[in-house]
């Protein structure tokens, strides 16, 4: 797949020999603030987010979906926690993802939609979030955060490079802080710039080749060589605000650092104080994508509030072979989480983001599962919850129950809205106007 | 809207319907518009009629024949002749020219039905049309070339660096982005773009597979051999799919441990060698099974020895001894469980277990962590049913019992030692030199040295100027010499000079050595070897004996499989085999049996392989008396048994509907979205890919037929609904009969008379072979008969191929068109086209040969380069 070159609003008119320079030697106020601020005013509307969230084990189908579509849908149990919220989400039904199946191995897919995790021969494929930077450039210090909750790092992720590698998960909020709010030491800047000097040294000396190489040509060669010293000059500029980051002093951070929970029990409180980290995180224009997988499958019995603890795994409970005590217990579960989300959406909608808007407005908050029915691995009618993001909400959008719609239309949509110019990602087929 | 060119590859390729999915990538549009010109024209050509440039003849046959439909309002099929200049050196107004000359040529244009041409009327159009055409398109050609630079493919690049820096296992493919394609081509310079993504991409993987190089020099920690038997073959005592799935076994009788006896074990009697593990499903999740307790510590090469046998698994769970061989591989994953979390490959290849049993030995490959699990080919899979809850259900024990394979011990080593450790890898880039404390001098040889391995054409003395300063830079900054060297190399790794196929130009110092890797990434996918080189080093390659017997020789190299597997690939479009999964509701025999689809795809590589080697005529695409089977496919093919999974020519018995690519599984299967068959595109399919005749695009607001999967209607009825219209008949007429008569070929290309539905016909149930119960119905009979445009009908495939054999000539020209696009990146032009039949001229005299083909378009100026 090709990918865009970055957004023009983006392209500042940095010198090249100026920034090089810059690489070497320590600048302390970057040229890149300048045209920041002058990139804001050419574009008085504010950059949009995402928050791609998965819980790999799902909910309980029955009480998370409408039984009615459209915009007077009745709100299912789950949904009336959102209640106050609903003119700002879409829920969906008849999603997923085709010919990804496989049971909890589809876990992994969640963002990619990279078919049949088991079969021989399978290599994970580009995530999303990794997609949508690839295709952008770095904006921001972080080009994504990709955060966990009780996650079994070395095995789960919902993040993953162009070549299928896993990018492992942070999963604690206090180093997330330091990274996020506290200027990092002078030997570890001094490394990376070194890496990135490093590569400008490079293509340095690939744009005087390429040039001598040229020379060579007929023009119809050369014509299409300019298009290699088109892309030393974006990778270019692209290393260079990556060095304007690392130089750049960091945000004031506008809460107290975290205390790390180590008791995966308390799973409701990691999750709050992971949501937390994102919302900060999208405050302070540290990043604008982040991904976070709640792991229920890696969950040993936990608490469901301080009275209440279940009487098994997460994932014992999520097989609950219709037992009514491990349903009840699921529902509260499930419920919670709702809370959970509630409380997301109060915080972001309490923070101003440019005028007469919060940053919910501004952010895509998708929340979903790999997994349909946990109870029986059942990957298709996947639970899936847009928020924010300045989309046309309000809505039950039904697709299909038996030939789902793939659900990479709504990721194809939420890219748009995102700032891309494109009209396919992985598996999708379109897109889903009714949100633009 | 944009004109589409209705007749050849060529300009489907340049059409706005292939290019569509690209749309907002601006720098490959504009490239694509530049080099492809197919931009709408654009009003800046309006002429009024009376001062038009164009010669008065032809202008007379256009008002007289085409203005009805292609002027005012009025623009059938989105072509308007309005506006339409003379300015033949403008490439978007030549191109519509030739749509012009194609469709009067074909007798497309004008319709039949709608206006009276005689043939001369005809001929003086093109005999008029014709010259100048050539003449602008030629002349282009002649001053620039017939396509730009082309940059590699990442399969190419991988195979260099493996290459150059003598890593045979080199995994980098991946890292780079997938190249976009047009018509399944990959290879075509105009959709070969490098952008800051790729660009950052190239430099990662140079830099990555130079990392390995260096880290060869680490001396490898010693090979470890550990020897699994008795209970230490499995993992666990049981498996998903319980006794029907797995047991240990002593003198062919189960043993039954569970977890009590297991802990009461010494771990002496937990190793009892006498001690069989016996296994009678195929690896799949959640169902695994690998030796107790192993994990690769390092990546890297592992030897692998057991010993092993065919079984049954007969009543009460005792093995009687097999009737046939049973294919084994296995696995690669991480030991997670049966909640696979990694990647899954298949490693070490596939061997046939005998009745008896017999020692194996294979090498796998492992990344650290990784362990290995068995993986049986071809037997049915435990899987978790999730209709009404979660549990398994069982096949019925076939007749003969269930097939399966008996491990007695196994042994792994590993990972394997370099044989000449600090090995050769590291000597590429350092040759002997002590890195650590070499001089400049020294950097600068080692430097112009691994540019003289890296290089695809000769370098001056000026072009290693640009590295040869890097390093002095980094060497005066006080960087150590190893690491100013590899900054170099990876730089040159991705410079032009290792990236970019340039054209031969006749007289140009460097065009040998363009004609030498223009060859070797033809028919190697890889860059030229040491002889090839050698040949360009000496001006020899437009020799044309030189020139044929080298291009022999790569035909006849094991490395030939390369190309093989790229041809079918793009051609024949078989990286999209495994596209969909069969219906599990509609074919239930098939469900996950990638055993069946692996050996498709070696029966048709195997076919287009022989093609060439042997020199087969060209029309065997659609005819053959023979074909690749193994054990499955005979099967598949309801052909007498084989034994064993390795793919053995045979001969087809007189009257089978099987032999020639036509009829191939592979090709069936991709041209059928594994729920339904649909004549419309198995047809349009095998008229562009096969024939060179594609279809033009549907026309917009046409919605496409969709299956009746109940079975209520068959999809003949469906589609003589759907071009009851005579507009929508004349099209389709061009390629649905081709479809028609491989209606009696399923999703999965096996034979059928009648079709499946889901509701109509006659109920069969039945439990398949992952135990999940199925109900379909055998409902109406196949109706493959149909009629060629010519008029000629047939009843069945065998009368269609009979039809179609007789045009070896369009099979051949074809076949150069695909021959030149692969090998070239440039699709055939106006201008190549007199070239084009001469070479069908001269491979006529013996039956259009494909082999032969091949050679002629080797020694054409179209792949050699044209001068001024």
Redesign the interface.
Known sequence: ??????RRFWRFPLNRRRVLRGLGVAITLPVLDCHRSSAATRTPTQPRRMLLISNNLGVLPKNFFPADAGTDYTPSLYLQELAEFRNQFTVFSGLSHP?VT????TE?CFLTAAR?????????SISLDQFAV??L?QQTRFPTLNLGVNIDKA??SLSWS???V?LPADDSPAKLFQRLFLQGDAQQLDLRLKRLQ??A??L???R???R??QAG?????R???D??L???R??EQ?LATSAEWEQKPKPAPTAQPPQDIPDPARFFPKIRLMLDMARLAFESESTRIVTLMIDG?ATPVFQIDDQRRTGDGYHGLS?H?QSSQKLQELEQVDLRQMQELKQLFTALAATQAGDNHNLLDHTMVLFGSNLG?A????CTNLPILLAGGGLMHGRHLAFDGLRNTPLCNLFVTMLRNFGL????FASSTGMISELL | MKPRSLTNTVAMLHSPRYCR????????LR?LV?ICSLAALSAEHTIAAGDSDVPPGILQFLQQHCTDCHSGQKTEGDFSIDNLTFQLDDAAIRRRWIHVYDRVAQREMPPPDSSVLNNADRQQLLDQLSPPLEAADLQLILK??R???RRLTRSEFQNNLRRILLLPQLDIR??L??E?DAHGFTKV?ALL?????????F?DAAEAALQQAVASRQPPPPAITQRFTGLDLFPELSTFGEREAMFFARDNRLVAIDGGMFSRMTPEQRRDPSLELALFRS????YYGYPRGFLAKESGAYRLRFAGRAVRQVRDFRLAVALEPAPLSF?AR?P?G?????????TGGWMDLQPELREFETTIQLRAGETFEY?PLGLPVPF?R?????FYDYPPMPAEGHRGVAIRWLEVTGPLREPDWPGASHRVLFDDVAIEKATAAEAERLFRRFAAIATLRPLTD??H???L??IR??LAAGTPPATALL??F??FL????CL?L??P?PGEPDQHFAIASRLSHFLWNQRPDERLFQLAATGQLRDPDALRSETSRLLADPMFSHFVQGFADEWLDLRRLRR??PDERLYPEYRRD?YLVDSMELETRNFLGTLFTENLPVATTIHADFTFVNDRLARHYDLPRVSGSKLQRISLPPGSPFGGLLTQAAILKHTANGTSTSPVLRGAWVMEKLFGQPPGAPPKNIPSVEPDIRGAQSIRDLLNKHTAAPECARCHAKFDHVGFALENFDVMGAWRDRYRGLERGEKVTGIDPAGHPYTYFVGSEVDASGTLPSGESFQDIQQLRKLLIAQPRQLARNLLHQLILYSTGTPVSFADRREVELMLDAAATDGFRAGDLLHAVVQSSLFLGRGE
């Open positions: 797949m090709l990918t865009r070159s970055p010919a496989g049971g909890h191995s992994n049949d995790p088991t079969r021989s021969g399978f290599r994970n690839e295709s450039g095995n789960r162009r070549d299928g896993l490093e590569r040294s490079i340095d000396v690939l005087d080749d390429v001598l190489f040509l007929g023009t119809t060669d014509s299409r060589l298009q290699y088109t892309s030393i974006d990778l692209n499958f097989h072979g029915d109870n029986v691995h059942n110019e494109l009209d396919q | 999915p690209l749309k907002g990538f601006t720098v490959a490239l530049v620039r070339g396509g730009p630079a991946d890292r982005p997938a976009r310079s773009d490098v952008s800051r993504v790729q660009l950052e991409a430099l690896a799949t999740w959640p696995r991480q997670s049966p909640d696979v979390s990694g990647d899954v490959r298949e993986s978790i999730t209709d009404g809850g979660f000026a072009s100027a640009p590295f300063s890097l830079q980094k900054a170099a990876q730089a991705c410079s032009p000079h970019y340039t054209e130009r969909d999964l990638d």
